[in-house]
């Protein structure tokens, strides 16, 4: 099985910025949808962004729109979360995996790897 493995995560403090990368081996990203999603405690999974291999179009969840940019490196295969402005509750496991259908349901993804932890300060 194709396994998308996220990185890039850390402790940083309300306010302050970090990237994540997404990687896979398995796949060439320019011909699927690649999307970031993150689980805080005691929450259910949800979709932050998405992007359309072939293209480069985006879609952001109202939580993150101005403050969250993703892209694609589609020589590198790799796909980009810069994370601006981060605020507390941003705070989480967050995961990237692929999709056929341009959409950040979380049922029409697969490829989970193990996540990268997001740890915002106040």
């Known amino acids: 099985d194709v396994q998308l493995q996220a990185s890039g995560g850390g402790l940083v403090q309300a306010g302050g910025s970090l990237r994540l990368s997404c990687a896979t081996s398995?796949?060439?990203?320019?011909?699927?949808?690649i999307g970031w999603f993150r689980q805080a405690p005691g929450k259910e999974r949800e979709g932050v962004s998405c992007?359309?291999?072939?293209?480069?179009?985006?879609y952001y969840a109202d939580s993150v729109k101005g403050r969250f940019t993703i892209s694609i490196d589609n020589a590198k295969n790799l796909v980009f979360l810069q994370m601006d402005s981060l605020r507390p509750e941003d705070t989480a496991v967050y995961y990237c995996?692929?999709?056929?259908?341009?959409?950040?349901?979380?049922?029409?993804?697969?490829?989970w790897g193990q996540g990268t932890q997001v740890t915002v300060s106040s």
């Open positions: 995996a692929t999709s056929d259908f341009n959409t950040v349901r979380t049922r029409m993804y697969s490829g």
């Open positions: 992007i359309r291999g072939s293209d480069g179009r985006t």
């Open positions: 398995g796949l060439r990203f320019d011909t699927y949808h």
